[in-house]
T-cell receptor, first 117, second 114 residues
């Protein structure tokens, strides 16, 4: 069974500082990995996804993530935080189930990012 | 192009009542999924429908049911509402059931059970 662990339910950074949000996954087969962002009272917006092409994935709003199979990790980073990055971030995994394409996402618990002026 | 649309956006129901939530996928998308997001947690998978057939079901009781129509829109029904059903219900669409597809989410329906 697949699972996702996001280390740190809250992360606080200063504006202009590096953002690092951690995600580790458990999957019995090569997974597809996603990062979504959720602003208050809104749905989920895709930031980026990994689908077994390049291990370093670039997304929207300056975010990127690196797939590390040996560490079963897919951490999200951004070199310089902006106030508008304050939101909740979710890591998710999708995998083939029993040899059948499924498309179901399993989410982590989320990490709330706070950006201080 | 319109994204995933859901209705209603907010509703309040009493324990024991029934609720129907509606979703229209992105044009051309044939797969619709439903997720429940309780405050402070990540979304939990409820159902996936593709070409009007149920393709997956999460760990939810039989009080939860869904269907997909010929135009690929979908309804989620919840019977005998409990206080614990209070949550944001998210509908998502994708072109197919391929696991690498991008899944697009709607803004959600906020359900409060009192």
């Amino acid at each position: 069974a697949q699972s996702v662990t996001q280390l740190g339910s809250h992360v606080s950074v200063s504006e202009g500082a590096l953002v690092l949000l951690r995600c580790n996954y458990s999957s019995s087969v090569p997974p597809y990995l996603f990062w979504y962002v959720q602003y208050p009272n809104q749905g989920l917006q895709l930031l980026l996804k990994y689908t077994s092409a390049a291990t370093l994935v670039k997304g929207i709003n300056g975010f990127e993530a690196e797939f590390k199979k040996s560490e079963t990790s897919f951490h999200l980073t951004k070199p310089s935080a902006h106030m508008r990055d304050a939101a909740e971030y979710f890591c998710a995994v999708s995998e083939e189930a029993g040899g059948t394409s499924y498309g179901k996402l399993t989410f982590g618990q989320g990490t709330i990012l706070t950006v201080h002026p | 192009d319109a994204g995933v649309t859901q209705s209603p956006t907010h509703l309040i129901k009493t324990r024991g009542q029934h609720v129907t939530l509606r979703c229209s996928p992105i044009s051309g998308h044939k797969s619709v999924s439903w997720y429940q997001q309780v405050l402070g947690q990540g979304p939990q998978f409820i159902f996936q429908y593709y070409e009007k057939e149920e393709r997956g079901r999460g760990n939810f009781p039989d009080r939860f049911s869904a269907r997909q129509f010929p135009n690929y829109s979908s309804e989620l029904n919840v019977n005998a509402l409990l206080l614990g059903d209070s949550a944001l219900y998210l509908c998502a669409s994708s072109p197919s059931v391929f696991s690498g597809n991008t899944i697009y989410f709607g803004e959600g329906s906020w359900l409060t059970v009192v």
